[in-house]
């Protein structure tokens, strides 16, 4: 299920459809059909280099953000990985979505939360040494975040691995919950239905906004190649929600 679902992903990427469509172009014999795939190609790369339409979709996607009651301290936030990278020499750095381990750590130092869970180890097909959850640590340690409200899991591939193996070390350390999630928003929707699926009682807290947050303006209607990016994400999103709908918990 791990490696199929990263086939599907590639299979609907809006910019594999284009792709498609372009070679289909320049092999087929057909002189009308040829017009009308090239037409249709150059029509779906538009659309999906406009800020307009992703930032539409990104609000619509979007799971509401909870109220967190005052003063109110929760026992754990739950840092799901996925903003921790390899370096070619194996070692890691901070990516994009490092808001998420800022938030995190912010939850922490504001004694909003009394623990902080991190989950992630190594998404890739063919993984070596290298784990997440075990880096991040070393980076808790250098900014003085005790070990006693640290708790590390290293081993997960996936959200649905990281609400099962969060499951089991929140019940070894007998935190109650509720607990505050904190993922990127475009990745708390699925997020939120696996935890919950899992039984584990979480509060959304998202962070890292990449769409649908902005004033528009005219530049919503010019072509981009960062919001091309922006759409893997959301369609790797729309992939992992439906395996996280048929997968059995």
């Not at 026992?75 to 901070?94: P, R, V």
Request: with cysteine; hydrophobic share 45%.
């Amino acid at each position: 299920m791990f490696i199929l679902s990263k086939l599907l992903l590639f299979a609907i990427l809006p910019l594999t459809w284009v792709i498609v469509l372009l070679i289909w172009a320049l092999i087929t014999k057909n002189s009308r059909l040829r017009g009308k795939l090239l037409f249709t190609g150059l029509i779906l790369l538009y659309l999906f280099s406009v800020p307009l339409l992703l930032n539409t979709y990104a609000r619509l996607w979007r799971y509401p953000a909870a109220q967190l009651k005052q003063n109110n301290v929760y026992s754990c936030a739950i840092i799901l990985g996925g903003f921790g990278s390899e370096k070619q020499d194996s070692s890691g750095y901070f990516n994009s979505a490092s808001d998420r381990f800022i938030q995190g750590v912010k939850l922490k130092t504001t004694n909003q939360v009394s623990h902080i869970l991190v989950t992630g180890g190594n998404a890739s097909i063919n993984p070596d040494g290298f784990s997440e959850g075990r880096w991040v640590q070393n980076q808790l340690k250098t900014l003085n975040v005790a070990d006693s409200s640290v708790l590390i899991e290293g081993q997960s591939r996936n959200t649905i691995e990281n609400a099962a193996y969060t499951k089991r070390l929140l019940a070894a350390r007998h935190l109650p919950p509720p607990y505050l999630l904190v993922t990127s928003d475009f990745h708390m929707r699925r997020a939120m239905l696996i935890f919950k699926k899992s039984g584990i009682n979480v509060v959304p807290y998202p962070c890292h906004y990449i769409a649908g947050v902005d004033k528009q303006g005219l530049y919503s209607l010019l072509p981009s190649a960062e919001t091309l990016h922006y759409w893997e994400l959301y369609s790797k999103e729309i992939v992992g929600y439906v395996v996280a709908v048929w997968h059995k918990y």
